[in-house]
């Protein structure tokens, strides 16, 4: 870090690119490259170390790599209840959250209504809701409707939590398709069902990836409302499994990197993968005018 | 490679600053439609024959929000104004405490030292992410085409690391016997840090979280502020260049002017998030140790799970909700009005 910053001082005042000031900013761009990504790397690495060298005063940078912290995570009681109700709350969150907002934010995008307006504002709103601070009266209606640890009911909220944003989101993708296409299947003899099935949806697609993107990451992310909820080990989900792994397995630090590793991969990879389809989708699409 | 970076920047998490960064009607990565011609007011809006079929299409939508939020919301104030302890929960009667809870929680100075830490720890995050986050943004802008995919994917891949991997990891970092964090000290010659306990106290702590949060937050803000700075015209930079202006006289000129609704939204949003953020404070030490670095998230869901005492508990909830609904209101007051703008 010290010889980068020493690096920095070289005069930038001019806009134009000249040599030296080039050279810091990509040792600066490097450098920050460096620092964003070496948690990450610290994660992955010290999953793959043997034990011996996990438990060293001075770190180790170069060693055999060995799945054994891996066999160790997965073999844990449960792991793989934890990975099926991880994905069922979030595949079943994300989906329904697409059909209904689908809905709903052709419905505002489209349509002129009364209450438009205040429907709007409502998302907004909605997308902002606390609901970190609304564990406790989660945890007391839940109790009240004999709903803990019930995957249903962490679904539902997940749901709601996502909807609001994919509402916002497909409500903006809906309204960049030109109501011309929409209008010239209408004129082809479409209905309106039939002209939103086969001109738009198709269109909408990408929008539809990126927004489930999102939902994906909120619902696999979600750690205080099944806290709370969900006390029973077999209603439990992968974040806290993550969480309560190190206090489980005391220091057992190159295990607890190989779960976070299992964790953070699918999210990882959906992340890089979705988003770059999501985008590469829309400007190959349909929608040149 | 450059729509890789802001395809991210506008499309997840939240179109509003991808809408700030000037492009009025085109949605997050749209960048196709630049070259759809404009009519003059709301392509897209125009009126559809009406009736039943828009509210049965909301209808869901409503109904679950209705019922899962809503509800939820209306119940946390009632229950505010209850007692409602260990004895009541078994019992399940309806005990009313009218503002007893929070009369007790406005006189109790546990409860400010809550706040006002939470109010700081927010301070601190946000000054910190909007800060260097929009210097990384205008690195990214000078950067070259290769550097610039380089920094933005390490952006990007903190951006996606799940919060409670990022806080495991960095449990692991800052381990007392084993992590790296010593270990550089002690490379750096610092001494005292044989075996340093980086979690001895709540301030402590909260310097670490306040490590993980603004790490996990600046790409948001650098990513979508390179997204911005690309949408101001080349003659912009141009003109200001002719007219001999400096580099800072441009960015205060041109850069900060077309920027500024993005700045202010962005910063909203971060205080929001921050100030509600749950799974980074609580994860970290539970807020602990003795309860020191306890935000106010953190300290509802402590009062009633720790404590049971549900009833104070929704009251702090309720407190929070109304200082986040204080800072929402700038929120949706830039937004709407980016709203009319379109």
Known sequence: MSNVSSDLRAPRRNRRPVRPSAIGKNL???????????????????????????????????FTPTLGNYTKATGVDLFWTYVLNSVTVTVGAVFLALVVALAASFAIARMKFRGRKGLVLAVMMAQMAPWEVMVIVMYLI????????????????????????????????????PVELEEAALIDGCNRGQAFIKVVFPLLAPGLMSTSLFGFITAWNEFAMVLILNKDKEAQTLTLWLTQFQTAFGSDWGATMAASSLFALPVLVVFLFLQRRAVGGMTAGAVKG | MTVHS???????????????????????????SRKVPQPPRGRGRRALPAGLIPYLLLAPAVVSGAVLLLYPLVRNLI???????????????????????YTDLLTDSEFWAVAVRSLLFT?????????????????????????????????????AMPIVASVTVFKWLFDEQFGIANWIMRT??????????????????????????????????????YAGLTTIGNELYEAARMDGATGWQTFWAVVFPSLKPFFLITTFLEIIWVFKAFTQVYAMNAGGPDR???????????????????????????????????????????ILKQEEEQ
């Open chain 1, 28 to 62: 600066l761009a490097l450098a920050l490259a460096a620092v964003f990504l070496f948690p990450v790397y610290w994660m992955f690495s010290s999953s793959l170390k043997p034990q011996s060298e996990i438990l060293s005063k001075d770190p180790v940078f170069l």
């Open chain 1, 142 to 177: 839940a109790r009240d409707g004999d709903m803990l640890n019930s995957i249903p009911l962490l679904t539902a909220i997940y749901f709601v939590m996502v909807l609001p944003f994919t509402i916002w989101t497909l409500r903006g993708f809906i309204a960049a398709v």
């Open chain 2, 6 to 32: 802001q395809g991210v920047a506008a499309s997840a998490l939240e179109d509003a600053p991808g809408k700030a960064a000037g492009k009025s009607q085109t949605p997050p990565p749209a960048s196709g």
């Open chain 2, 79 to 101: 229950l505010s104004f209850q007692e409602v302890g260990r004895r009541e929960l078994i019992t399940r009667e309806t005990v009313w405490a009218g503002f007893a809870n």
């Open chain 2, 123 to 159: 301070a601190a995050n946000v000054v910190l992410i909007m800060g260097i986050g929009s210097l990384i943004g205008i690195l990214l802008n000078r950067l070259g085409k290769k550097m610039r995919l380089v920094l933005s994917v390490a952006l990007v891949t903190a951006w």
């Open chain 2, 188 to 225: 750096l010659g610092v001494s005292g840090y044989e075996q340093h306990n980086w979690f001895e106290t709540g301030m402590a702590t909260l310097t670490i979280v306040t490590v993980l949060v603004v790490w996990g937050s600046i790409p948001f803000v650098a990513l979508n502020m």
């Open chain 2, 292 to 334: 020191e670095s306890e935000t106010l998230p953190v300290f509802a869901y402590i009062e009633g799970q720790g404590q049971f005492h549900y009833g104070v508990a929704a009251a702090v909830s309720v407190l929070t909700i109304v200082m986040l609904v204080a800072i929402m209101s700038f929120y949706f007051r830039l």
